[in-house]
């Protein structure tokens, strides 16, 4: 790795990033129960494979290719890995991916199931409820809930942290002969035969390969936020209450604790939105069932995270010869659906058995994963930008005939959509 010194040019840190010797490395390998597949690619795999960002997409794959003998490094912008975010509804498709690698017990210990998911009127009126346990049954995994800081917790703990490099900002990446040249903000570089792009909806990798695909705003601003000890009564699933003022999600977490998402239509970066409270949130739903309103009330002093909510228009590939882009960095999608960190968990378990399947042509492994979620990740971006836009539909006219529409349409028919999303071949 090459380090810039604080007023001098880039040296190279060789020590403290050399490779662990190649009989430290098959000795560790069999310790960790690696597949005979796995054992004799890291015999012929010299390539070193670099990841970008240390998100949920980026630390999965991390995982993901420790399984197939890899031991990628994996660079972070953030000074620290601090567990940060709210809560996170993990769909049966992403608790599958997530077992395939091993590393479900430790996740599903710390979140909790979800039975159904219910839309409901402003003046409380069901629209729909949506059993999904029996939906997921068939998938062989239910719905589930995790707070964002408990499932990355989770996730570092099956990785190597010494592999981690934290307060590392990717900046630009240049071509070196057949290799890729990395240079971070802070001056460093590094030299990678293969990048992975986990960074996220801004990616600086992106950037590089596809300088054009600019996020594009949804149309509305969200807030999110975690109470301790506020669970309104009975609740068992999902619920979104939808009225002309917005949308207003409630979500039970383990622990007594309670995770809302609040959805209002604005101008992009209002700043009156990003100042507001939970006291300005409660006059903004004052309308809404008391059950909000008391989560409000017990929400005041606690953090709230606000962003408005943004995606990546389709039409372009997620490989670019040796660099491929991964999770939101690829194909970030608004998260009506709850399928953006799924999206990004099944790439990273399917890119890394398309390398397992590729070991002499990562190259190749790239375009083949491209081609596997092309059409699947395009159809959760488009599906769910669509039913934004329709939960927040403010005028009276187009919020009775949503209404309607979610009223008459059959249990069968969401049924069928949902069986489909989960049900996907991640080998
Ligand atoms: C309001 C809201 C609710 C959501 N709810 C759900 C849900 O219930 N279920 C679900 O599945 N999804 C949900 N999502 C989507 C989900 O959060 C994302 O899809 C998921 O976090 C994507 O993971 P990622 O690792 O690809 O990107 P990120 O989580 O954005 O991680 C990217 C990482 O890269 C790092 N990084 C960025 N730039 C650089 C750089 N230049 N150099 C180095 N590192 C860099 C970042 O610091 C970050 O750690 C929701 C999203 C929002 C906005």
Known sequence: MLIATPNGPARLLTKRLRRPCFFTRFLTNISRGLSLPGLIFMLNMEATFTIIGGGIAGLTAAIALRRQGIDPLVFEAAPELHPVGAGLGLAANAIRALALLGVEKE???????????????????????????????????????????????????????SRIFTGKA???????????????????????????????????????VLPDVQPRYAGYTCWRCVVPGAQPKGLQGVEEILGPAGRFGIVPLAGNRTYWFACVNAPRRDPGMQNADAAALAHIFAAYPARVLDLLKASEGQPLIWGDITDLPAGHRYDHGNIVLIGDAAHATTPNMGQGACQAIEDAVILAAEIGRHRNDPAEAFRRFTNR???????????????????????????????????????????????????????
């Open 170 to 208: 990717l900046e630009s990446v240049v071509h070196d002969g057949g290799r890729l040249r990395l240079r971070f903000r802070d001056g460093s570089e590094h030299l990678t035969d293969y990048l992975i792009g986990a960074d996220g909806i801004h990616s600086a990798v992106r950037h590089v």
């Open 373 to 427: 979620r092309l059409e699947r990740t395009r159809m959760v971006v488009r599906r769910s930008r669509m039913m934004g836009q329709m939960a927040q539909w403010q005028h009276p006219v187009l919020r009775a005939l949503r209404n309607m529409l979610f009223r008459l349409t059959p249990q069968a028919v969401f049924r069928r959509q949902l069986v489909a999303l989960y049900n996907v071949d991640l080998t």
């Open 107 to 161: 996740i599903l210990a710390k979140g909790r199931f979800l039975e159904g998911m219910a839309f409901r009127t402003d003046k409380d009126a069901l629209l729909i409820r949506m059993d999904t346990a029996t939906i997921t049954q068939r998938a062989g995994q239910d719905n589930f809930c995790i707070h964002r800081g408990d499932l990355h917790e989770a996730l570092l703990h099956h990785l190597d942290r």
